[in-house]
RNA sequence: CGGGACGUGGCGCAGUUUGGUAGCGCGCAGCGUUCGGGACGCUGAGGUCGCGGGUUCAAAUCCCGCCGUCCCGACCA
């Protein structure tokens, strides 16, 4: 539970430093993103959690369609038996699948599984729509719950059912699937993540171990949080013919030959607001970037008397219509005082503060106060507009600095097995070095340390060291660190 | 799903050892004074003590069973 000091109001957060996961819980508490539900794993997303996922939806759809895809949508309810005939894939989902087996009152005569994701349905159905080369590419996404049984939930990181968009494309060529595989990659998700969240990632492949059930490639883009354990922040998929064969997508080609499609899927989900939380929040709670933020600027009036109340309010209206487009609030609720708002748009991380009293009347200024550093600087009224804009940048681009340094201080290069066990657990963070390719060097470091391979190079050069687990010939070099 | 801890007004807790009137802080409502970094006073509302069974004149308290939450492990976006 942390330090919670009695004397201080109930908001007081645990300290990150003291303990994180406690910290974590009650900022998603605390600034009212989320609490837990009845089932066990399944969370409520209240308003303002919604309004950051929102942002994060359009930020992620807008590039799905800047990229060529279209969305549509399919069904939860999944036959049984479809589940089946992909093997690695039935294999790596059975476990977390929830299966409905009755209905209506009645025993189903064939159970339903709820969607884990969605490749063998759509794939099914992929096959009616798929006969030449000519109905190639197929290039679609769905915004989707999906219901995967956890055993440890914990709010946006992992519960038990959750929000995402995934993507399903169909190709010729595997050479054309790889390829979309590694643009949506870079062009959808890196770039909404890092210039919209200000979360810096780390692109690159997963492990043989560590890749999507029946895929070929996995790629990903791992970030770094301030408790220096890795979150994977999104997957894209090169899934080979495996789909398209156990499901019978074929296609006549160019040649005049059948040939079965090759396929990509790619995902990021509302995981993603667990990693904002974690990558840029502090002690006193959550830091959002401008360009996430639900609330960009918050205008707290400060008065004493009446006649100074309706002069205040006046000017601060007059502030915030001369802001717009930026999502400006004006806090005039009577019941707190200023140092009480001060504190709750902090710990809800809004990212520009404008305060507005009788001083700042007479001296004809306004006084800012930024989330990403401490400190007040005052503003000219006939400035604040060019100035609150200008933040939105300097503040968005803080944020992300401040992650790149973070995670940059935090990634090492490990010349032996000892540094390797050594970093991972103190400092923390990703520690890079030679691989051999072998899954149980793999696997020793992750009994020894909990550490696993996050990511590995997109494109491998030709390795120069030696593994740093069994001493042969790296063929690539492997980031390992703990991981959410 | 295994090991451990814990379930008492909305939140955080005391009370359980030694059975007997449910209590504190925060929050909430009304009124008033306040208002530049988490205000204060007065008044008030709110609890089948996780659920079910048992022991007893009497159970938050003792016994049995179940459910849930959190932490640690195996699985995971």
Redesign the pocket.
């Known amino acids: 539970?942390g330090p919670?000091p009695?004397s201080?109001?109930?908001?007081?957060?645990p300290r990150q430093s003291e303990d994180f996961?406690a910290w974590y819980?009650e900022v998603v508490k605390q600034a009212d993103m989320a609490e837990?539900s009845l089932a066990?794993?399944t969370m409520v997303i209240k308003p303002y959690g919604w309004a950051i996922w929102e942002v994060i939806q359009r930020a992620i759809d807008d590039r799905i369609k800047a990229t060529g895809h279209q969305n549509y949508y399919f069904p939860m309810f999944i036959p049984a038996h479809l589940l089946e005939k992909e093997k690695e894939h039935v294999e790596?989902f059975a476990?977390?699948v929830a299966v409905v087996t009755h209905a209506g009152g009645e025993k189903l005569e064939e159970p339903l599984v709820v969607r884990p994701t969605s490749e063998t349905i759509i794939w099914h159905t992929y096959a009616k729509w798929i006969q030449s080369y000519r109905d190639l590419p197929l290039l679609y996404n769905q915004w989707a719950n999906i219901v995967?049984w956890?055993?440890?939930?914990?709010l946006f990181?992992?519960?038990?059912e959750?929000l995402?968009q995934e993507g399903h494309t169909a190709h010729e060529t595997a050479e054309e699937a790889i390829h979309e595989a590694r643009k949506v990659l870079h062009e959808v998700y890196l770039d909404a993540v890092e210039r919209v969240l200000a979360m810096p990632v780390r692109a690159g492949r997963k492990s043989p171990s560590?890749r999507?059930a029946g895929a070929e490639e996995t790629y990903t883009m791992e970030a770094l949080m301030r408790d220096r354990k890795a979150l994977?922040?999104?997957?894209s998929h090169y899934l080979g013919q495996n789909f398209a064969k156990a499901y019978g997508v074929k296609f006549l080609g160019r040649d005049g030959q059948e040939h079965f499609a090759y396929a990509t899927s790619w995902?990021?989900?509302?995981?993603l607001i667990g990693g904002v939380i974690m990558t840029h929040g502090d002690d006193?709670g959550l830091r959002l970037p401008p360009a996430l933020a639900p609330i960009q600027v918050v205008v707290v009036p400060?008065?004493?008397a009446e006649d100074e109340?309706a002069l205040v309010l006046e000017a601060a209206a007059k502030i915030a219509a001369e802001l717009t487009p930026l999502r400006v609030h004006v806090d005039d609720r009577?019941?707190?005082?200023?140092?009480?708002k001060?504190?709750?748009w902090?710990?809800k991380g809004v990212p520009v503060r404008i305060?507005?009293?009788?001083?700042?009347?007479d001296a004809g200024q306004v006084?800012l106060?930024r989330r990403d550093v401490e400190g007040?600087q005052a503003c000219p009224v006939p400035e604040v507009t060019a100035r609150i804009t200008a933040l939105m940048d300097e503040v968005q681009d803080s944020l992300f600095r401040q992650a790149v340094e973070f995670r940059d201080a935090h990634t090492f290069r490990a010349n032996d097995y000892g540094e390797l066990a050594k970093l991972v657990d103190d400092p923390g963070g990703f520690v890079v070095g030679g691989w051999c390719g072998d899954a149980e060097c793999e696997a020793k470091v992750k009994?020894d340390t909990?550490a696993t391979i996050r990511y590995l190079p997109l494109d491998p050069e030709p390795a120069e060291g030696d593994c740093l687990v069994c001493g042969r010939r790296a063929t690539e070099e492997a980031a390992w660190a703990v991981?959410?």
Do not use: C
Request: net charge positive.
């Open positions: 539970m919670a009695v201080l109001p109930a908001m007081a957060l996961p819980q837990p066990r794993g790596g476990p977390e995967r956890e055993l440890r939930p914990r990181l992992r519960t038990t959750f995402w560590e999507f994977q922040a999104g997957t995902g990021v989900s509302t995981r006193k400060i008065y004493r109340k009577a019941e707190f005082r200023p140092g009480y001060f504190n709750e902090e710990l305060e507005l009293g009788p001083r700042d009347l006084t106060a007040k009994a909990k991981a959410y």
